[in-house]
């Protein structure tokens, strides 16, 4: 089982850890390792999340941002702009069987051993975004929670508030469906991230 944090830094976890705010990832801390990543160059998402998923630099992997680098294009980066095999590849060619829910860079959903719920920049079409097609639906209608990209809820200033809200409500749903996933099938290996620590922290920040 593989839980990615995007975005969750020590210099917050660290402290919140040692002063009993996060119990879970203290224990997390305490018995096993962790330590600070380097990160890609550029230090961004697309990159990094794919360098994480193919154990290759942007050079080998050909995402080195949102956008593609075709100066004739202006194409946003998806799954299919990945050059070389990604570990989920490995794996289903191995035999094993894998599950995504919300791994950045998995839209449109890659043809894998097992099912797949796209991440970021996946598009507003619930059966676009799954593998097989019908796994959201099937997930809201057994959970009663709507499909967290579901909510496009903006950023308003005088309102920062509402979207924290919403963005606990999405992070939960994640939560949720991945449980939902484990529950339905035994797995090789299974993998689930919470962008929602990212994205908060991008208008959140300057309370800090």
Not at 40 to 50: E, R
Not at 64 to 89: E, K, M, N, Q
Not at 107 to 120: H, M, Q, R, T
Request: glycine share 10%; proline share 9%; hydrophobic share 40%.
């Amino acid at each position: 089982l593989i839980v990615g944090i995007d975005g969750a830094t020590f210099d917050l976890m660290g402290p919140w850890a040692r002063q009993g705010k996060l119990p879970n990832v203290a224990a997390l801390m305490e018995a096993g390792s962790h330590g600070d990543l380097t990160s890609t160059w550029p230090p961004i998402t697309a990159p990094a999340w794919t360098s994480f998923q193919t154990g290759c630099n942007p050079g080998k992997h050909g995402v080195y941002d949102f956008l593609t680098p075709d100066v004739r294009s202006d194409a946003v980066v998806d799954s299919g702009s990945i050059c070389v095999p990604t570990l989920w590849h490995r794996l289903s060619d191995a035999g094993r069987r894998v599950g995504l829910v919300n791994v950045p860079m998995t839209f449109p959903p890659p043809e894998i051993n097992g099912p797949v719920i796209g991440g970021l920049l996946s598009s507003g079409n619930p059966a676009e975004c799954a593998r097989p097609p019908d796994l959201i639906r099937r997930l809201e209608e057994r959970t009663g929670r709507r499909w967290w990209q579901h909510d496009r809820r903006r950023y308003v200033p005088s309102r920062p508030l509402r979207f924290l809200e919403a963005k606990k409500e999405s992070n939960h749903t994640i939560g949720v469906f991945a449980r939902e996933m484990l529950r339905g099938e035994d797995f090789d290996v299974f993998m689930v991230v919470f962008n929602v620590v990212d994205t908060v922290s991008h208008f959140f920040w300057h309370f800090m």
